[in-house]
């Protein structure tokens, strides 16, 4: 993040049910991933973004009133439901300072912050994470399971 970025980090992460039809699913994921790098990088919000096959669990780093804008914004959008604050609150650092937008990947898989093309989603140079992005990324797929397994 910038140098500009303040002294504080608000972090905020939810939890929702994705509405996006498997059709065109690369596409649509591609889009999203572009546009949230883009404008979270204007913002200076960070942050990183689980996907399964039904849930997002997604962590929004930056200056307090920037991410409860755009988390009002994402609560709005038609592609996904039931969205939920898991937590939110002022952290010392943002954990995911290098990271516009990342996919987090479902346990066994590595994580990867990606790069948005027209035609879908592609890696960008991995990098090691550390213990407290671990320790952030293991609540974010807790969540996650614990959301297929609410709607089993």
Same mark, same amino acid.
């Given at each position: 993040?910038?140098?500009?970025?303040?002294?504080?980090?608000?972090?905020?992460?939810?939890?929702?049910?994705?509405?996006?039809?498997?059709?065109?699913?690369?596409?649509?994921?591609?889009?999203?991933?572009?546009?949230?790098?883009?404008?979270?990088?204007?913002?200076?919000?960070?942050?990183?973004?689980?996907?399964?096959?039904?849930?997002?669990?997604?962590?929004?780093?930056?200056?307090?009133?920037?991410?409860?804008?755009?988390?009002?914004?994402?609560? &709005?959008?038609?592609?996904? =439901?039931?969205?939920?604050? #898991?937590?939110?609150?002022?952290? !010392? /650092?943002?954990?995911? *300072?290098?990271?516009?937008?990342?996919?987090?990947?479902?346990?066994?898989?590595?994580?990867?912050?990606?790069?948005?093309?027209?035609?879908?989603?592609?890696?960008?140079?991995? &990098?090691?994470?550390?213990? =407290?992005?671990?320790?952030? #990324?293991?609540?974010?797929?807790? !969540? /996650?399971?614990?959301? *297929?397994?609410?709607?089993?």
């Amino acid at each position: 993040m910038p140098s500009d970025v303040p002294a504080t980090t608000f972090r905020l992460i939810y939890r929702s049910r994705d509405l996006i039809p498997e059709e065109g699913r690369k596409k649509e994921l591609g889009d999203l991933f572009g546009v949230a790098r883009s404008q979270n990088k204007q913002r200076h919000i960070c942050g990183a973004l689980l996907l399964t096959e039904e849930t997002f669990v997604q962590v929004l780093e930056g200056e307090e009133a920037a991410v409860r804008e755009l988390f009002e914004h994402i609560a &709005r959008d038609p592609r996904h =439901e039931a969205v939920t604050v #898991l937590e939110s609150g002022v952290v !010392a /650092a943002p954990a995911f *300072s290098r990271w516009a937008m990342a996919k987090v990947a479902e346990d066994g898989e590595p994580d990867i912050p990606l790069i948005a093309h027209v035609d879908g989603i592609a890696p960008a140079a991995g &990098r090691g994470t550390t213990p =407290e992005q671990d320790e952030i #990324l293991a609540f974010m797929r807790d !969540a /996650a399971r614990g959301a *297929s397994q609410d709607s089993a």
